[in-house]
């Protein structure tokens, strides 16, 4: 019996720990899955002996779901630009003192100003890429320079599509010479056509897992990011990347602060923080994506800077479209897109 | 006093964590996104896609369970006409698995089925060619049957063992022969065994998502799948709680079914 | 026949086991990918210490399984101490809806729990992944113990109560004692099952509180660090040793 009691005291006082336990402030910090060098915040913390909170998620839905409906506060998210012009019209954004980011100026003015934040009242540019086919030349004969090749029966039970709606039905809209922003019914439709088409060929809708498919060179195409690509390009040197001649999607993903923050004062600080040269430079070699950081781009190796991949000349890129948000009728691409992954 | 003091908080808790949610399912079911009342969510569920999805996933479920039958008997078999030192050891080799993180090993099945993986490499060797085992009906399958195999095993194990011995000696000695004891004896008092074997296999069968997340390569979507898909990525609670509510109708109806199998298993035992 | 049978036993223990070698030899891999062998190395085993993401997932994961298992256990030994004095009828009420979290997918569990999180506007993290754990493993405590009191001689606690025992003294000196095993499996059960959660915690759990589970999963979707293989294995083997130990010490009579 007296073992009993021990048991319910333990139990008591671990619950008294958790509710009183941590008086240090915690800011919650919500990022894409492997999109932040560990360390660095672990350097944040240390310096301003503010304890974080780092969670992961895998596509701007799920982060935009959890956020409404989750039950769940967070101080900085980072989202990509479609889902911050939607955050925006949702009033769920707090916006940004810029006059609190020293840090600020070190952004190329190439990445500020988007359609989807013109002022950039809500959000601050953290990484910024395209999208394209990665392929494996050992397994590939054809020119990869259009989408059509993910539609080649030849290459049947090799190709990897995004398993992210909006990226998958960009692709089909765009092979189809449509706008990847397209709101037309008709347009949708043909572009679900095209892929329930496609489907038999596609080995797996991956996100991130594909990567080691691709490495260990399982599959032929992958549909994905310019980041990625650089990073996988040098775990394989078979891997190249294309951008099709038909237009992609080029794309900015940022920081930001929800609305109901308690700290928006620290989470300005770790706004400004992430801005910092060095520290923007060690998250860019870690993460692999381009950097909007002007600062810390000059810093990166050589290689790096001269990559066409990485860092291509953001003006000349042609017929790069940027996501927006389709505002209701992002219903119709939902329920394309459960048709599609249904079928 | 004591008596009911201790009861109320699970009746409290029962009351608060497993009718009340249920009731919130159902609800969302039957309702818009602003609360009106509606049967839409039932009617975008007639959709032929969605249909064929739920066919799926009963099909697979039944498939599953019946190759776990088909496997699992004769190894519970096995194991109780083994020598009683390797019976213990097999019973526990059984159960080991189930302590290594269910995701894990299933996840393994992917490196092990890959295209360079180990037993396409194996089949290589043998000279059938390249075989494309992964992302495909066939692997959710293995997953499944990888993972429900010992909770059709077990429980068909545990009912063998109790059949008393005498009663096969018995029917030896009136001059049955093995077959003839199998099926007119041990078959038949194994019923409850099988029974409770295929609930725990094709209740969980039906509804994983994780199988053909892992194994499926997200182009086999199955009712569980879609579930996860309204909830955590659409965001239609609604949709997705019509869902749910078929998968429990599915559930239950195959529960009410089974259950009176086992009754009437029970009345003839009688 | 006898050559066919341990045959089909190895093959089915090997199919059960292959995947768990796999990565069991994997997390000594120098290689970053499984199934490329690049050399033994241990050093997968010294990055998961460092791994502060395993860790804190491990720190929850055991946290809940403690917390819950022990919540489950009293919940529902008592729960089970007044289910068994119920009337019949009553009694079979209350245990059809002690079953419906065992008979229930746990895909809609979890929703539902989710749901009711929401429209109370309760924060979804370590709180609400403890409630649902609670909420499913109390059944099993109670469907464990109900047993062992059934079989409970109702004279030994007639006699306590004549004697001048209260009822709860009863209860603690007399009932208790009797059902242990009972309850010792029941809490067993709800340990093992908090530990292995994956479906009710991905849905009712947030704001940086995960469970190992939840971070396979969405390790799975970049690839899998050879790290969890390591921790994997690390918890399978001390599994092992410890039912080994157990083993030497009582004979197990039945699992």
């Known amino acids: ?343 | 006093m004591f008596k009911k003091l201790s009861g109320t908080p699970y009746m409290l808790w029962s009351i608060i964590f497993i009718i009340v949610p249920l009731f919130l399912v159902v609800f969302y079911a039957v309702s818009t996104k602003d609360g009106d009342l509606t049967f839409g969510n039932f009617k975008r569920f007639a959709d032929p896609i969605f249909i064929s999805v739920t066919v799926r996933s009963i099909y697979i479920a039944l498939l599953a369970t019946v190759v776990c039958l088909v496997l699992g008997y004769p190894l519970a078999y096995g194991i109780t006409s083994v020598s009683p030192k390797y019976e213990k050891l097999l019973v526990i080799l059984l159960v080991l698995p189930m302590w290594m993180n269910f995701l894990l090993r299933t996840y393994a099945w992917q490196s092990l089925l890959g295209r360079n993986g180990m037993i396409s490499s194996l089949l290589k060797l043998v000279g059938l060619g390249r075989v494309e085992l992964l992302f495909n009906e066939g692997t959710v399958l293995l997953g499944m049957v990888y993972n429900f195999l010992p909770f059709m095993v077990l429980p068909i194990y545990t009912v063998l063992k109790k059949i008393d011995t005498k009663i096969i000696e018995a029917a030896e000695d009136l001059g049955a022969n093995k077959i003839t004891v199998f099926m007119k004896i041990v078959l038949p008092l194994s019923v409850p065994g099988i029974i409770s074997g295929i609930t725990m296999t094709f209740m969980p069968a039906v509804s994983t998502f994780v199988i053909p997340a892992l194994l499926g390569g997200g182009k086999y979507t199955l009712i569980g799948n879609l579930i996860e898909q309204q909830f955590l990525l659409v965001g239609n609670w609604n949709f997705g709680s019509a869902l749910s509510v078929i998968l429990m109708l599915i559930v239950l109806i195959s529960a009410a079914i089974l259950y009176r199998y086992d009754k009437q298993e029970e009345r003839v035992n009688i | 026949m006898r050559l066919i049978k341990r045959f089909y036993i190895l093959a089915i223990i090997a199919f059960l086991y292959a995947p768990i070698l796999f990565l069991m030899f994997f997390s000594f891999n120098q290689g970053k990918y499984s199934g490329n062998w690049e050399g033994f190395s241990i050093h997968w085993y010294v990055k998961l210490f460092n791994d502060k993401q395993i860790m804190k997932a491990l720190y929850y994961t055991v946290l809940v399984a403690v917390l819950s298992s022990a919540a489950a256990t009293i919940l529902g030994t008592m729960a089970a101490y007044v289910i068994f004095q119920m009337k019949l009828r009553t009694q079979k009420l209350v245990l059809n809806v002690n079953n419906i979290p065992l008979l229930n997918p746990d895909i809609v569990t979890g929703v539902a729990l989710m749901a009711l999180y929401a429209s109370i506007n309760l924060r979804l993290g370590l709180l609400t992944m403890l409630l649902s754990h609670i909420t499913f493993s109390t059944p099993y405590v109670v469907l464990s113990v109900l047993p062992k009191l059934k079989q409970l001689s109702k004279d030994t606690v007639e006699a306590a109560l004549d004697l001048g025992a209260t009822p709860f003294q009863a209860f603690t000196k007399v009932i208790l004692p009797e059902i242990m095993p009972g309850v010792i499996a029941g809490a067993l059960i709800a340990f093992t099952l908090s530990i292995d959660d994956f479906v009710i915690s991905f849905f009712t759990t947030g704001n940086g509180v995960t469970n190992l589970s939840i971070t396979v999963y969405s390790m799975a979707r970049r690839g899998i660090s050879p790290e969890i293989n390591a921790l994997s294995t690390l918890m399978f083997t001390t599994v092992i040793t410890m039912l080994l130990i157990v083993n030497k010490r009582i004979e197990v009579k039945d699992i």
């Open chain 1, 1 to 343: 019996m007296r073992r009993f009691f021990i048991l319910v005291m333990t139990i008591l006082i671990t619950f008294t720990f958790i509710g009183c336990g941590n008086k240090k402030l915690t800011l919650n910090v919500y990022n894409w899955g492997d999109y932040i060098d560990e360390d660095i915040i672990e350097g944040f913390e240390k310096e301003y002996d503010i304890k974080v909170n780092y969670e992961t998620y895998a596509t701007n839905e799920d982060m935009y779901v959890k956020l409404k409906n989750g039950g769940t506060q967070y101080d900085i998210i980072f989202p990509s630009e479609y889902m911050i012009e939607k955050m925006v019209k949702d009033n769920i954004l707090e916006s940004i003192d810029k006059a609190k980011l020293k840090n600020y100026s070190n952004i190329g003015s190439d990445y500020l100003g988007g359609a989807y934040d013109t002022q950039n009242e809500y959000s601050i540019p953290y990484f910024w890429g395209t999208v394209g086919i990665l392929y494996n030349k050992k397994l590939v004969s054809d020119p990869v320079d259009s989408w059509n090749i993910l539609w080649n029966e030849k290459y049947k039970g090799q190709i990897l599509m995004l398993d992210s709606q909006r990226d998958s039905l960009m692709v089909a809209l765009k092979k189809l010479g449509y706008s990847m922003n397209s709101r037309d019914p008709k347009e949708l439709e043909d572009a679900k056509q095209a892929l329930l088409q496609q489907k038999p060929l596609v080995m797996a809708y991956v996100v991130d897992n594909g990567k080691d498919i691709m490495v260990s060179g399982e599959a032929a195409f992958m549909v994905t990011w310019s980041g990625d690509a650089v990073a996988l390009m040098k775990e394989n040197k078979d891997l190249e990347y294309a951008i099709p001649k038909e237009g992609s999607n080029l794309w900015f993903d940022a920081m930001a602060i929800p609305k109901g923050t308690k700290y928006p004062n620290e989470a300005h600080l770790f706004i400004d923080y992430m801005l910092r040269a060095e520290v923007a430079k060690a998250n860019a070699e870690y993460v692999g994506y381009s950097t909007p950081n002007k600062a810390a781009f000059e810093l990166l190796d050589a290689e790096t800077k001269n990559s066409e991949v990485a860092y291509p000349n953001i003006n000349e890129l042609g017929k790069m479209e940027v996501f927006q948000d389709p505002g209701s009728f992002i219903e119709d691409y939902n329920r394309v897109w459960t048709e599609i992954k249904a079928k």
